[in-house]
């Protein structure tokens, strides 16, 4: 199913006469987390002092709790962008400890949202950053999957994907979060798919040295 950006990088109320923004006029709850990179099975860790904005509505805003979570009331349309600064104080459970320093954007799909799923998204400190190698002229796309994991793919041309399996990171495109790293900016939005049903994938808007936070929901 196509999906779409009504401006190139602001999302709103998808025009896609296939897929109406919600009619109900009921508010969306946005709520989920932001961790650590390196958060796993053997230590977890939350993003505190995160400041999440909804893009152009900066009535509707949030700062991320210790344990990363936040929660965001969504006038209803179909996608929302939330844009995402990143805390201004050192992290006290990220090994070793340090600062996060790239901004982010966190797409709010209402299907996603309707079918329960869990938002996660993921960012590294500068001190972590090196196993990365970000091009800081390029974006840096994480996809978090709830359901079944399956191969994800974009479109725009990016360095090697790499998977998260609990512990660390390796080479791959399948797991329950996937990076695409340096992604090329182009006209400034991504195709993101998975194999089989799923709920979420779409266009997406990407922007140079910041991370693109996007949740699938596998069937």
């Not at 500068?126 to 800081?136: Q, Y």
């Not at 990171?169 to 089989?196: H, K, Y």
Request: charged share 15%; proline share 6%.
């Amino acid at each position: 199913m196509k999906r779409c950006l009504c401006v190139a990088v602001a999302l709103a109320a998808c025009s896609d006469p296939s897929h109406q923004a919600p009619t109900d006029g009921q508010p969306l709850q946005f709520t989920g987390e932001l961790v650590d990179m390196e958060s796993g099975n053997a230590l977890f860790c939350g993003i505190l002092g995160a400041q999440f904005t909804v893009h152009g509505d900066t009535t509707r805003t949030d700062t991320s709790n210790p344990n990363g979570r936040f929660m965001l009331t969504l006038v209803p349309a179909f996608r929302t962008q939330v844009d995402i600064a990143p805390p201004t104080a050192m992290s006290e459970c990220s090994q070793p400890k340090s600062t996060y320093s790239h901004p982010a954007i966190i797409i709010a799909d209402s299907d996603v949202i309707n079918a329960g799923a869990m938002y996660s998204a993921r960012m590294y400190t500068d001190a972590d950053a090196s196993k990365f190698s970000p091009d800081p002229a390029k974006a840096q796309l994480v996809v978090h999957v709830e359901g079944t994991p399956r191969a994800v793919s974009i479109t725009g041309t990016h360095a090697a994907a790499m998977a998260f399996d609990g512990t660390s990171w390796a080479a791959g495109n399948t797991g329950t979060n996937v990076l695409f790293p340096n992604v090329d900016v182009g006209s400034g939005t991504t195709n993101i798919t998975m194999a089989g049903t799923t709920v979420g994938g779409g266009s997406a808007p990407i922007a140079a040295n910041t991370f693109t936070f996007v949740t699938l929901v596998g069937k």
